[in-house]
Each structure stands twice: as structure tokens, then as C-alpha cells.
């Protein structure tokens, strides 16, 4: 049996156990036998969510059941905000004459001995 939450008027809130085919009916507070109307507690974190936050748990809620359904303009206009925004994040911040834009990557590695190696250099092959 399921701990259902009451509220008597005098006494407040006080808990009860009750099969689930009473849920909905009231019970006799244990001070005052006064009957109690169920109430339904919510915890603290729930009920100071943001409100951006609760917008994007029923968007959520209800996306898992029936997905949004996008025109082919919608579906452009998000891209371009994609793009857009990922133009802005990439930007190079200091201009164009820096240096600290791409580099040449080089070839060139160390052996276990500290000698420097390049990886087209094949020592094991030799060439007629």
C-alpha cells in the first residue's frame, strides 16, 4: 500500500497508508478524527524550478510523444543560424597578420634516444 500525504485544517499535514483504489478519499486526521482531504506535497527542488527551465521539461515531455514536425524553410532558417553561430564561435579574435592563425604542421619526431626522425624516412626499406 502506497504512503498517501492528507491535510487536516487544524493539525496540518500528516501522512497515511491507504490501498490505491481509496487514493481519492478523504481520511480522519489521527488528532482530531476530522476528515482530511489528500494533498499532494511537492519537493523543494520542484517547486522553485525556473521557469525556463519547467518550458524546457514540457518541451521535452512532449517531443518524446510526437516530434516536431519542421517545414524545409524552417529547417533552412535553423541551419543558417547554426552556421551563423558556429562563424561567430570560429572567428580569429586578434586579426588577420598575428601568427597564431594555422601552422604548418611538421613531420618531424623524436626517437626513445632523443635523435630527431621523420616518418617518410623508412630506414628498414632500401632503395635499389
Known amino acids: 500500500m502506497p504512503l498517501y500525504d492528507y491535510k487536516c485544517p487544524e493539525h ?3 501522512q497515511e497508508l491507504a490501498p490505491m483504489r481509496e487514493h481519492d478519499q478523504p481520511k ?3 488528532q482530531c478524527a476530522a476528515q482530511s482531504a489528500r494533498v499532494i ?7 522553485r524550478v525556473v521557469k525556463e527551465q519547467q518550458q524546457a521539461r514540457e518541451r521535452n515531455e ?21 552556421a551563423a553561430r558556429q562563424a561567430f564561435d570560429n572567428r580569429h579574435k586578434h586579426g588577420s597578420q598575428c601568427g597564431c592563425g594555422e601552422k604548418r604542421r611538421s613531420n618531424l619526431m ?16 632500401i632503395s635499389h
Not at 41 to 47: G, K, M, Q, R, S
Open 41 to 47: 506535497v511537492l519537493p523543494p527542488e520542484i517547486a
Open 62 to 82: 512532449k517531443a518524446r510523444e510526437s516530434p516536431d514536425v519542421m517545414t524545409a524553410g524552417q529547417y533552412q532558417e535553423r541551419e543558417a543560424e547554426k
Open 110 to 125: 623524436y626517437t626513445a634516444e632523443g635523435n630527431k626522425m621523420f616518418p617518410g624516412m623508412r630506414p628498414w626499406m
Open 12 to 14: 496540518g499535514v500528516f
Open 28 to 30: 480522519p486526521c489521527p
